[in-house]
């Protein structure tokens, strides 16, 4: 997750519509990435005793992808239902 904040620090590239979008599929494919292996990280806890720590752990970068898609949802309506500026 950290790999795709830092995708958003590159320099744009290209012109036009398409100026900056190599940060944009950088963040994208970083984020996958990591949700990916959250996903791998929740599916190997699920065997783990209820209330370990280890499995607590292990669901901590699951909480985070989806606090993500939470934040990002919620940008995305208010920009949509918000008043035009």
Not at 43 to 51: C, E, K, M
Request: aromatic fraction near 10%; glycine fraction near 16%.
């Amino acid at each position: 997750m950290v790999a795709s904040g830092l995708a958003l620090a590159a320099e744009p590239v290209g012109d036009g519509f398409t100026r900056g979008m190599n940060r944009t599929i950088g963040f994208l494919g970083w984020q996958l990435g990591a949700a990916m292996l959250a996903l791998v990280a929740w599916l190997a806890a699920r065997p783990l005793p209820r209330g370990a720590l280890l499995r607590r752990l292990a669901f901590v970068p699951g909480w985070w992808c989806v606090g993500l898609l939470v934040v990002f949802a919620g940008l995305v309506g208010v920009a949509l239902l918000g008043p035009a500026a």
